[in-house]
């Protein structure tokens, strides 16, 4: 349990944050806007305190506008067969193996499956 002393010296530290807090904001009512969130933890001394404090404000919500626009969606490329994309997942595959493992059985076989990839790529584009 805290002694007396202690209590009052984090009170005063408190009203120190409070007072340095309100000092900060302008008096001639420009609005203030504060971002983020307040961490504090459910067993501080200083939440009540805080809490009263921000309640005795006027505080609105204001939401910002959207920071990015999201991605159109497109329509996938009609020479893109399902037989195309089975084809470059085992391509991919081959190519992580060969890394993997640096194997010039592995590298040939990467390029035998680059070359029919290449060769039905450019006659599904014609």
Same mark, same amino acid.
């Given at each position: 349990?805290?002694?007396? !002393?202690?209590?009052?010296?984090?009170?005063?530290? &408190?009203?120190? *944050? $409070? /007072?340095?807090?309100?000092?900060?904001?302008? =008096?001639? !009512?420009?609005?203030?806007?504060?971002?983020?969130? +307040?961490?504090?933890?459910?067993?501080? %001394?200083?939440?009540?305190?805080?809490?009263?404090?921000?309640?005795? +404000? &006027?505080?609105?919500?204001?939401?910002?506008?959207?920071? *990015?626009?999201? &991605?159109?969606?497109?329509?996938?490329?009609?020479?893109?067969? /399902?037989?195309? $994309? %089975?084809? $470059?997942?085992?391509?991919?595959?081959? =190519?992580?193996?060969?890394?993997?493992?640096? %194997?010039? /059985?592995?590298?040939?076989?990467? *390029?035998?499956?680059? &070359?029919? +990839?290449?060769?039905?790529?450019?006659?599904?584009?014609?």
């Amino acid at each position: 349990m805290k002694r007396e !002393g202690e209590a009052n010296k984090e009170g005063q530290t &408190a009203s120190l *944050h $409070r /007072d340095t807090l309100l000092s900060s904001f302008p =008096e001639d !009512g420009t609005p203030v806007i504060l971002l983020g969130d +307040f961490n504090l933890q459910p067993d501080s %001394s200083q939440l009540s305190s805080v809490a009263s404090l921000l309640q005795s +404000f &006027a505080l609105t919500q204001s939401p910002s506008p959207a920071t *990015h626009k999201g &991605a159109r969606p497109s329509s996938p490329s009609p020479w893109l067969t /399902d037989s195309l $994309r %089975s084809s $470059r997942t085992m391509l991919q595959a081959a =190519e992580r193996k060969w890394r993997k493992s640096r %194997s010039p /059985d592995d590298l040939a076989s990467y *390029h035998t499956l680059l &070359a029919a +990839f290449t060769a039905a790529t450019t006659s599904a584009k014609t």
